[in-house]
């Protein structure tokens, strides 16, 4: 049978979703754990791949096996095996026809900023950080531009794999509450290292370093070097996929409610 998974986890420790020969992604202990439960080999697809340091809220995945359990038992059972950081949020048994990336229809994430003279501490890893403060109006205007299908070539990082650097870049939300900035987008796909590209030339933008048409001009020129720095990782959520609604899977988990 082929079940889908849900999974949330905190990023910090670990080297990003994708195996690693370390041992320290995501992916290897999901593996291991599962591996455990169903004492035999478990190999899994995911939705998105995340960076280290990148968290998830709903990261699916899906994989093939010939162990029949309730799916709460898929949750509990898993989750026993599991570091303290990721957890099976939900299971369902799906057709053979499903795939966790290639029948996603979009992708969602969020960054959280904290706009503080202070660094952070106790959300360390949790939230991104900037110092000078955001005008929320210029990067909306600025995000304007980046909306729509293009080629997003000046926000590819370098060691991207994808086939075209074109996509179509369906939301990007903008809001604040108190010190605290989300930034939300939502595309067919992401380029590598995509978001937090964007991220950081929003935040110039943001910062009063460049005028929001600034955005335009980047894009156009298809060229990383016209972008701004690549930003840090910590603050970025993968909210998970977006499926057609006759799969009938979670479209989030309890994880998404202490977001600001």
């Known amino acids: 049978m082929r079940l889908a998974l849900g999974i949330s986890y905190n990023g ?24 455990k439960f169903c004492a035999q080999r478990v190999s899994t697809v995911c939705a998105g791949r995340t960076d280290a340091g990148v968290h998830a809220l709903m990261q699916v995945i899906h ?12 949750i509990r059972g898993t989750n026993r095996y599991l570091p303290a950081d990721i957890a099976v949020e939900w299971a369902r048994a799906v057709p053979d026809a499903f795939h966790a990336r290639a029948v996603a229809i ?13 660094r952070p501490s106790v959300d ?19 995000a304007r531009f980046l909306l729509g299908e293009h080629d997003f070539t000046s926000f590819r990082a370098s060691a991207c794999q994808a086939r075209s650097p074109v996509k179509t870049l369906n939301r990007i939300e903008i809001t ?30 943001g910062q009063k370093q460049q005028q929001p048409s600034w955005m335009a001009q980047v ?36 994880a998404y409610d202490w977001l600001p």
């Open 12 to 35: 910090q420790a670990y080297e990003g979703w994708q195996s690693q020969a370390s041992a320290r992604a995501v992916q290897d202990h999901l593996e291991a754990a599962l591996t």
């Open 124 to 142: 360390a890893g949790r939230v991104g950080w900037v110092f000078r403060p955001l005008d929320g109006e210029a990067m909306r205007q600025g």
């Open 63 to 74: 994989f093939d096996s010939a162990v029949e359990r309730e799916e709460f038992s898929w």
């Open 176 to 205: 604040q509450r108190g010190a605290y900035w989300r930034f939300d987008f939502e595309a067919n796909a992401f380029l590598h290292h995509m978001i937090r590209n964007l991220m950081g030339c929003l935040l110039v933008v």
């Open 106 to 118: 979009a992708r969602r994430y969020s960054y959280i900023i904290r706009e503080s003279v202070v």
């Open 219 to 254: 894009l156009r020129a298809r060229d990383r070097d016209a972008a701004a720095p690549t930003f840090s990782a910590a603050g970025l959520y993968f909210l998970g996929p977006v499926y057609e609604d006759h799969w009938q899977l979670p479209v989030r988990t309890p």
